[in-house]
């Protein structure tokens, strides 16, 4: 049996046959070459990116709970944390700023700032000082960080001490407690003499709303000459402490004061001289002298003037006793006031009991 011939193929079906045969060839390169461009692509777009998170990689330190403002930072209240941050390395703690105090309340899982904290570097001349609530307004509590200014009756008004931080506050006996300096504790004893001198000054204090951005402000007033001389003298205090303390200052605001004086009245200096040594209470300043808290101290003062004068000296005691009400002004020695002796009579002290003072001096005078 003779083998049969195959017809050849067309030219139409070769031609189809060969192009499916390049198309099965072409398409798995044509995929395996775009997916190694597009990879190649996106490889380049994560390196890049990469490094730009590497940048904003940082380690911090987070609250681990929730921290007051003037609480001290310990390791318990913080842990340490790797994250993203559009802020710098630099502008978060590190480890050896813990042990710093909060400026501001720092809420649980809060990245802490440098500048929500400050160093509690405690200075060797540093002091706690006490001063009446009476000082103080309603809006200032504890951790708070204020001026303390003083304001004379012709409406000139200083700076006596910047961003002082109030340490502590007890309500129930009317005290506020802040940590001082000595030249700062030199300039406040002097303002509190100034107070006392010329009627119508009285100090007061003024909050830093945000602490932490807010820069100090810088002080304005000049303490009277026995002041200055001393902080010239006292070793505690550091030279660059006086070179705002000026002299001419004091003098110039002196001056201002009698040209006030002569105009519209005496001040406390002249009605203590012509009294014969004898304290009016009711010229004074008892707002920021006598304890108490804030609004009932200047009742209390008018119930002590008024005691003081019926008293007899059958009731001396008794009286005494019901009347008492104590300085706040922490002076050791006149010297420290800036007080001569000229100005406040020997055995005169600010740190006894006004209301007694008061009472044996109107008896002595009596007789």
Not at 6 to 35: D, E, M, N, T, W
Not at 111 to 138: C, H, P, W, Y
Not at 263 to 273: E, F, K, L, R, V
Request: glycine share 6%; aromatic share 10%.
């Amino acid at each position: 049996m003779s083998k049969r011939l195959k017809r050849p193929l067309p030219k139409r079906q070769i031609v189809k046959r060969v192009l499916a045969l390049s198309f099965c060839i072409l398409l798995p390169v044509s995929i395996f070459l775009g997916y190694s461009e597009i990879k190649d692509f996106y490889e380049e777009k994560i390196k890049v990116i990469s490094q730009e998170m590497a940048g904003y990689t940082v380690t911090v330190y987070e609250a681990s709970s929730d921290i007051r403002a003037g609480e001290i930072i310990t390791k318990k209240m913080v842990k340490l944390k790797t994250t993203l941050s559009g802020q710098k390395q630099s502008s978060f703690i590190k480890a050896e700023d813990i042990g710093g105090q909060a400026l501001v309340d720092i809420p649980k899982g809060t990245q802490v700032l440098k500048n929500m904290t400050q160093n509690t570097t405690i200075e060797d001349g540093q002091r706690e000082l006490e001063f009446s609530l009476n000082i103080a307004g309603e809006n200032i509590k504890k951790g708070d960080y204020t001026d303390i200014r003083l304001r004379y009756p012709d409406g000139e008004d200083y700076i006596v001490l910047s961003k002082s931080y109030i340490s502590r506050i007890d309500w129930e006996n009317g005290y506020l407690y802040m940590n001082l300096l000595p030249e700062e504790i030199h300039l406040i004893s002097s303002a509190l003499v100034d107070c006392y001198l010329n009627s119508g000054s009285y100090l007061y204090t003024t909050r830093y709303i945000a602490a932490s951005y807010q820069t100090p402000s810088s002080v304005t007033y000049s303490p009277n000459e026995n002041v200055l001389k001393l902080i010239e003298k006292d070793p505690n205090v550091i030279v660059k402490a006086r070179e705002y303390l000026n002299e001419l200052d004091r003098r110039s605001l002196e001056e201002r004061l009698r040209n006030y004086y002569s105009q519209y009245g005496s001040s406390q200096s002249d009605t203590y001289a012509e009294s014969g040594g004898i304290i009016d209470s009711s010229n004074s300043s008892p707002l920021y002298y006598i304890t108490g808290k804030v609004g009932a101290s200047k009742q209390k003062s008018t119930e002590v003037s008024d005691k003081v004068t019926d008293t007899s000296e059958e009731t001396k005691g008794q009286e005494s006793s019901e009347v008492s009400t104590q300085y706040t002004i922490p002076l050791d020695d006149e010297a420290s006031a800036g007080i001569s002796k000229d100005t406040i009579e020997e055995g005169y002290n600010f740190n006894q009991d006004r209301a007694s003072y008061e009472q044996d001096q109107e008896v002595e005078y009596a007789e």
